[in-house]
């Protein structure tokens, strides 16, 4: 019986798609098979390494992807050369403005990343047909939109030691999350400098307050960058 309705759910949906584990909670997830079909034509699914850019701030936007695995990072570049890391992206996030004719942002891969990528145009036409695509990407930008103001909270109130807890739980409640699981366990997506961009710390700051979450037996680091969190609800208390 399983099978039979595995078989009935995926009716007219392409082979790639089926396998894909980010279409039902992204934006694919709001296509009809004929949509999905449609769409599947302009797709290419790619692999980058970390560390590779995947489009510049200014640049203009030609194409999107839907990201399958592993972390994006976003940053914005001063004049003088700093940097701020502004946001990360994670499966299934959209990555790329949508009706923007450039990217504001630099969008670089923190970790090997695998992308599904299909081009301006195609995505756009979706969207002025409007209906349950439109609403699936506008309900994305209000989460990020959220998300961004409790950064901001977290940036500007909290303690140094709050930060470093709230980075990591960012990251266990989105690097591949398991519903209702009290554990997480992935290798940290950014350097020790990147992270003190993200939180506006310094890098013997982040180290030190790592170092002390270790101490206290609320993170194993192995291997300077895979951390085991045993029990989530005690990593969210030192969240603030």
């Not at 949906?13 to 004929?34: D, K, M, N, Y």
Request: proline share 4%; net charge neutral; glycine share 6%.
């Amino acid at each position: 019986m399983q099978t039979v309705r595995n078989d009935i759910h995926n009716s007219g949906i392409p082979v790639l798609c089926q396998s894909c584990e980010a279409r039902h909670q992204g934006i694919c997830g709001a296509l009809t098979p004929e949509q999905l079909t449609a769409l599947s034509k302009h797709t290419r699914r790619v692999r980058r390494e970390a560390g590779q850019e995947l489009i510049a701030d200014a640049m203009p936007i030609t194409s999107y992807a839907n990201v399958l695995r592993g972390v994006v990072k976003l940053t914005k570049v001063l004049e003088d050369g700093r940097q701020q890391v502004v946001g990360l992206q994670f499966a299934p996030d959209l990555l790329g403005r949508p009706m923007a004719s450039e990217s504001r942002v630099t969008a670089e891969t923190a970790s090997d990343v695998e992308l599904c990528m299909f081009p301006k145009p195609a995505l756009e036409a979706l969207m002025r047909d409007g209906g349950p695509v439109e609403h699936r990407i506008m309900m994305q930008a209000l989460r990020e939109l959220d998300e961004a103001r409790d950064w901001m909270v977290t940036l500007g109130r909290k303690t140094a030691a709050e930060k470093v807890a709230s980075f990591l739980y960012l990251l266990a409640t989105h690097i591949d999350p398991t519903e209702n699981s009290a554990v997480a366990a992935f290798d940290l997506p950014l350097s020790r400098a990147d992270i003190a961009d993200f939180l506006g710390l310094t890098i013997e700051t982040v180290s030190r307050q790592l170092t002390k979450l270790k101490a206290d037996k609320v993170i194993e680091i192995a291997n300077y960058r895979h951390v085991n969190i045993n029990d989530l609800a005690q990593l969210r208390v030192r969240c603030g």
